[in-house]
């Protein structure tokens, strides 16, 4: 008889009173519950601490002064055991076989399984949308290999669609990157093993007002992300890949890792658009960095109809005039914040 893996579900909170009691039911609600329930606060100065308090001790409660996100991460760890580590932010939340499903696909030799998140307002109500979108059918193991083989990178969820083995976690961890731990985790994981797809979600991503995504390099709230900023974490991110690449004998492609990631792609042109590129690539041609996105839309593995709607903002960003691209970065990263005002004046008219 096979015996199951132990799992720990580590739920990181900072000032999230509203969403952490929501975060902590969900794990609760679990068709296969973990063997572990971690809650880190870092530092709440709301009610987040009385009400993890309140769950007793069918969570384990760590209450640390303010450290941020990467020590957040690195404790989470420290404190749990499990053969399976998920961690969940304290504004998103799980789906009732979560669990189950990831210990399903977590074999021996897959060092991550990654999930789709259906993205959602700061309400909870869906928004017909996916975080990262892998609908159109799950890349199997060898794609996804020979993909980051070929590119250095793949698509992978924020840090709520992701499951870790532990074998994994013990080689890398504890690390403190001058970027996001879950970043980096991701980045290097198909260096110590395979990565299994769940195609379908397996819980919310919310976002809000107060999102660290949505925030810029002073910690502001910015509808117009610093897009620079991102390319230079982006940046740090693959320097990481590298060294551990060096270090495993891994043979990763040359050049630049960036040219292969649509999203930075994106963002670079926006940000050449905005005036506010990166020094790196103030030499490179729109033409270039467009012709560059075309070919990863192409082994994207999108649905057609997503696929179009990629190809659409980048021809768009990339042709029209400067003053009408900053419109479009603008109703397209305020555009939660909108609908989420529309349907409150409409008194409920739209539904999830």
Avoid at 223 to 229: L, N, R, T, Y
Wanted: aromatic share 10%; net charge positive; glycine share 6%.
């Amino acid at each position: 008889m096979t015996l199951r893996p132990t799992i720990s579900v580590i739920i990181t909170n900072y000032n999230y009173e509203e969403y952490v009691g929501h975060a902590i039911e969900s794990v609760l609600s679990q068709t296969r519950l973990p063997d572990e329930i971690i809650v880190i606060d870092d530092g709440s100065t709301d009610s987040s601490r009385d009400i993890i308090r309140s769950y007793g001790e069918r969570v384990q409660s760590v209450f640390q002064s303010n450290q941020g996100i990467r020590s957040v991460t690195n404790s989470g760890y420290a404190s749990s055991t499990g053969q399976i580590v998920m961690y969940l932010d304290a504004d998103d939340t799980f789906y009732p076989m979560a669990v189950e499903r990831v210990e399903k696909a977590l074999r021996s030799g897959v060092v991550k399984v990654q999930f789709d998140l259906d993205v959602v307002d700061e309400r909870g109500r869906r928004l017909g949308r996916r975080m990262p979108d892998f609908s159109r059918r799950a890349i199997t193991e060898v794609e996804l290999a020979r993909e980051f083989n070929e590119t250095g990178t793949y698509r992978w969820p924020v840090t709520s669609g992701n499951a870790y083995s532990r074998d994994f976690l013990k080689q890398v961890m504890p690390v403190s990157p001058p970027v996001s731990l879950d970043g980096v985790l991701n980045t290097i994981a198909p260096l110590y093993g395979r990565i299994v797809t769940i195609s379908d979600p397996q819980g919310q991503y919310r976002v809000h007002q107060r999102n660290n995504s949505r925030k810029n390099s002073s910690g502001k709230v910015a509808f117009i992300p610093d897009f620079a900023s991102r390319i230079r974490y982006r940046k740090q991110e693959f320097d990481i890949l590298r060294e551990h690449a060096d270090r495993l004998g891994h043979q990763l492609p040359t050049g630049d890792l960036l040219d292969n990631e649509l999203v930075f792609l994106n963002y670079r042109i926006m940000a050449r658009k905005l005036s506010r590129e990166d020094e790196s690539d103030r030499n490179r041609s729109l033409f270039d960095l467009w012709a560059k996105g075309i070919i990863a839309i192409g082994r994207g593995h999108f649905r057609p109809s997503v696929a179009l709607k990629h190809a659409t903002w980048i021809c768009s960003i990339t042709l029209l005039p400067a003053w009408l691209v900053r419109r479009l970065i603008e109703a397209r990263f305020s555009r939660t914040q909108w609908w989420s005002n529309v349907r409150s004046r409409l008194g409920g008219a739209f539904r999830s």
